[in-house]
C-alpha cells in the first residue's frame, strides 16, 4: 500500500547539524498530518515536530528554534532540519504521516518510517 524511506542521520559534534528526510509511496490519495518523533535509550517515544497539511509546525519546546520541519507535497517528501544540536538530542528518529488511500474503503491510516539513529557527542 504504502512504502516509506527515511534518510538521514549520523553522529555529529554538539553544536553541529544534520537533516533527515522521509519519502511516501505508494497508493496515496493525499497526505494529512506529517511528524517526526524520538525515542531516547530507556524513554518512551515522543512526538518532535508536527507539519500541518498548509504548512502549520508545531514544536516540542526543547527543540523550537533549533529544528525545523517542512514538507514537500508534491515530492510527499517530509523533512527535518536540525541545527545547535545537544548530547541530549541522541535518539532514534522516526518520521510518521496520516495517509489517506487511494482506496477510500480503507480510509485514512498511519505509516512510520524504520528510523534512523541520531547521536550527538559533546
Known amino acids: 500500500q504504502v512504502q516509506v524511506v527515511e534518510s538521514g542521520g549520523g553522529l555529529v559534534q554538539a553544536g553541529g547539524s544534520l537533516s533527515l528526510s522521509c519519502t511516501f509511496s505508494g497508493s496515496i490519495s493525499r497526505i494529512n498530518t506529517m511528524g517526526w518523533y524520538r525515542q531516547a535509550p530507556g524513554k518512551q517515544r515522543e512526538l518532535v515536530a508536527s507539519?500541518?497539511?498548509?504548512?502549520?509546525?508545531n514544536y516540542k519546546d526543547p527543540v523550537k528554534g533549533r529544528f525545523t520541519a517542512s514538507r514537500d507535497n508534491a515530492k510527499n517528501t517530509v523533512y527535518l532540519q536540525m541545527n545547535s544540536l545537544k548530547p541530549e538530542d541522541t535518539a532514534v528518529y522516526y518520521c510518521?504521516?496520516?495517509?489517506?488511500?487511494?482506496?477510500?474503503?480503507?480510509?485514512?491510516?498511519?505509516?512510520w518510517g524504520q528510523g534512523t539513529q541520531v547521536t550527538v557527542s559533546s
Open positions: 510518521s504521516a496520516n495517509i489517506a488511500l487511494t482506496d477510500w474503503r480503507m480510509g485514512s491510516r498511519d505509516y
Open positions: 507539519i500541518f497539511n498548509g504548512g502549520r509546525t
